[in-house]
C-alpha cells in the first residue's frame, strides 16, 4: 500500500510513519516543520525516518492548495493517514487563525485531493476536546458535541462535519479518531508529561491546574498507533440501518475513540512521574485554565468492536518508557 502521512514530523505521525514503513508499506510524510514547538525536535523525528526502506519526505503546507493537488495528483496514494494540524487548547486563544489555515483550510485539501484521486481510505485526527461541555461519563462517540471550549475543539468538530460531507457526497470511506491525552517517547514538549519531566529534573516547580482536581485518559503512542493501523485496515461501510446516529451514517463514514478507557487523576499521573525520575516534584497549585475540562474518559467499545484491540500499555510502563527516552535525548 501507498500512503500519504500529515504531520509525519509531528509525535503521532512520527511514530505511525515508522510503522507502516517497518510493516513494509510505501510512505510520503509531509509537514510544514512550524515552530509551535522546538523544531529540531521535528528535524530529530525526521532523521530517524528518512533512512527508512519506502518513506520520502516532502516539507509542505496542508494549506497550500495548488502544492496538495499536485502532490495528490502525481502519487495517487492508496490511503491517506491524515495527522497534520495547529495543535493545543490553550495556544488557540492566542493564536487563532493558525486553527483556520492548518485545521480547516488543510483538511479541505486533504479531503479534495482523497475525492480527485479515489482515495480508499481517509483516516483523519478528531479530538476528545470535541466533548467540551459534555459531563456524561465515559465519552461516548453517539454524544452529542455541540458546546466545545475552545476553538481548537470546534476546529476538529469541524473536520468531523466535512468528512461527513465528503463521505455523503462522493462516496469517501473516512474514518474520524478522537484522540485522548497521548503521551509517550518523542512527546510534544507542549504536554504535560513532558513538561514536568523538564520542570522536575531542572527543580523547577510544577503547574497544576484547577487545584489537582482533574483527570485525563492517558493513552500511550504504542496503543495508539497500533490503533490507527488497524482502523487504516478496515475502511467503514455506510450504515444501512442509519437512525441519525452522530457516529456512523449512510454514508461510508465512522466516529471512533482511540484512547485508554480508564482515566487517571493528574495527581496520580504525577507522582508516577516522581517515580520514574526518582526525584519529588514542586507542585505550584492554579485554578482551572480556559477552554480546558476537568474530565477525559474514552468509550473504547467501538474501536474494540472494528480493531479486535485493546490498549496495553500501562501507566507505570508507559511514564518510565518516556522518562528513558527524555534522558537518552537530552542527556540528563
Known amino acids: 500500500m501507498k500512503y500519504l502521512v500529515t504531520g509525519a514530523a509531528g509525535f503521532i505521525g512520527f511514530h505511525v510513519a515508522q510503522r507502516l514503513c517497518a510493516d513494509g508499506h510505501r510512505v510520503v510524510g509531509i509537514d510544514n516543520l512550524n515552530d509551535y514547538y522546538e523544531v529540531s525536535l521535528k528535524e530529530a523525528r525526521l532523521a530517524r525516518l528518512q533512512p527508512l526502506p519506502g518513506f520520502r519526505f516532502e516539507r509542505m503546507d496542508l494549506a497550500d492548495r495548488n502544492a496538495m493537488a499536485k502532490l495528490f495528483a502525481q502519487e495517487r496514494f492508496d490511503r491517506v493517514i491524515h495527522l497534520g494540524a495547529q495543535a493545543g487548547v490553550r495556544y488557540s486563544l492566542d493564536n487563532p487563525f493558525a486553527y ?14 482523497c475525492r480527485h484521486q479515489g482515495v480508499q481510505h481517509l483516516v483523519y485526527a478528531s479530538s476528545s476536546s470535541v466533548y467540551g461541555l459534555n459531563e ?12 466545545p471550549v475552545s476553538l481548537y475543539a470546534a476546529s476538529k468538530k469541524a473536520n468531523e462535519l466535512m468528512a461527513h460531507s465528503y463521505s455523503h457526497l462522493y462516496g469517501l470511506p473516512t474514518t474520524g479518531l478522537r484522540f485522548f491525552t497521548v503521551y509517550g517517547p518523542w512527546g510534544r514538549p507542549d504536554m504535560a508529561l ?20 482533574l483527570s485525563r485518559d492517558f493513552t500511550h503512542i504504542d496503543d495508539i498507533v497500533e490503533g490507527i493501523v488497524r482502523v487504516a485496515d478496515r475502511p467503514p461501510q455506510a450504515n ?13 463514514y465512522r466516529l471512533l475513540n482511540i484512547g485508554n478507557g480508564s482515566p487517571v487523576r493528574l495527581l496520580d499521573f504525577v507522582e508516577a512521574i ?6 519529588s516534584a514542586i507542585r505550584n497549585m492554579l485554578p482551572m485554565q480556559p477552554g480546558d475540562v476537568v474530565a477525559t474518559w474514552a ?30 535525548y537530552y542527556g540528563v
Do not use: C
Open 100 to 113: 483556520a489555515d492548518s485545521n480547516l483550510t488543510g483538511t479541505l485539501t486533504v479531503l479534495e485531493g
Open 136 to 147: 456524561q461519563m465515559p465519552f461516548k462517540t453517539s454524544d452529542g458535541v455541540d458546546h
Open 299 to 328: 468509550d473504547t467499545e467501538s474501536l474494540f468492536e472494528v480493531t479486535d484491540y485493546r490498549p496495553r500499555v500501562g501507566l507505570a510502563e508507559g511514564v518510565a518508557s518516556f522518562v528513558h527516552w527524555y534522558r537518552d
Open 240 to 252: 444501512p440501518d442509519w437512525q441519525g446516529q452522530s457516529d456512523t451514517s449512510s454514508a461510508p
Open 194 to 213: 513532558f513538561k514536568f519531566v523538564r520542570a522536575i529534573l531542572a527543580g523547577e516547580s510544577i503547574d497544576i491546574y484547577n487545584q489537582g482536581r
Open 274 to 279: 516522581e517515580a520514574a525520575l526518582g526525584k
